[in-house]
Each structure stands twice: as C-alpha cells, then as structure tokens.
C-alpha cells in the first residue's frame, strides 16, 4: 500500500463522512420545514378562533375539544367525528351564546363552521399536534386577557395539566 493509496483511503472516508452530514442537513430541513407550515397552519386556525372568541355574545364560552381524544382515547365520548360535532351542536342549541371548536389532528390543515361549531384539522405530522395548536392558542388567549370565556374539553391527563396551567385565573 502507497502514499497514494492512503491518500486515496482517506479521501474516501471524508466524502462519506460528508455524504452523512449532507444526509443528516436534509432530514433536519426537511423537519424544520414541516414545523414551519405547522406554525403557519396553527397561526390561521388560531385567528379564526379568535375571531370566535371577540364574537361570543355576553355570557358566552368558547369551548375547545380535542376531537380524535374524545373518539379514540380510553375514554371514548363519541364513536366518530361525525356524533362528536352532533354532541357539539347539541351543546350550542342548549346554550345559544356558547360556540364549540372541535380540534383534530389531520393531514391537511383546514377548517370549516357548522352553526356555532367549528371543525379544524391541524395538517401537518407528527403526534400532538391539535394538542400544541390549542396551547398555542390557550397562549394567545391569555396574552390578550380574555381565557375567562375559554373551557377545553379532553380526556388526555397530561394535555389537561398544561391546559389548566394556561388557564390559570
């Protein structure tokens, strides 16, 4: 073996070590890309909920669930999305000056209002993350002095202990 082999050797080992680095970059980019649209996701959805919260008349509540929780935790209060927005209509029909947003994880960020409820899908992946876009706006909320009129609506002990702290009066 020569000085021209191991010039050689070692050349080879420098590329793959930055073929590794260059590999790890994209995956880190690529992750921080999706962080990014989630914010940008997040940051629509909690302006429209806002919107619902300047709007509620006096005496009304805002009330946030967080949907897949509700259908698929332990304890399940609704088989699928659809009975969930039916027991979320039925809440707005008893107290008229109340609006329900139902929170889901889902693939594609969107949102739409049936009534007085509101149904939004986070988009994006990754798990939690109905979870993060409501303490985002449990954050907002609170900034803006006005989480008197908010309730939250989940089965999930953990995310319930962050959202009490966010609501703390």
Known sequence: MGAQDLILGARVAHLRELKSEVARLKSECAALRDEN????????????AARDLAALPPGGRLVIVDGWNLILGAKKEAKDPAELVERAKRRVAENPADR??????????????????????????????ADRL????????????????????????????????????
Do not use: Q
């Not at 329900?100 to 739409?112: A, C, L, M």
């Not at 002095?145 to 959202?163: I, M």
């Open 37 to 48: 649209a989630a914010l940008n996701a997040h940051m629509e959805l909690a302006a429209l």
């Open 134 to 169: 409501i303490c985002d706006y449990l954050r907002m909320a609170r900034l803006s002095g006005d989480v008197s009129r908010l309730e939250v609506v989940t089965n999930d002990k953990d995310f319930r202990r962050d959202a009490d702290r966010l609501l703390a009066r």
């Open 100 to 129: 329900v947003w139902i929170v889901f994880d889902g693939p594609k960020e969107n949102s739409r209002v049936d009534g007085g409820v509101r149904i939004s899908y986070t988009g994006g992946k990754g798990p939690h993350r």
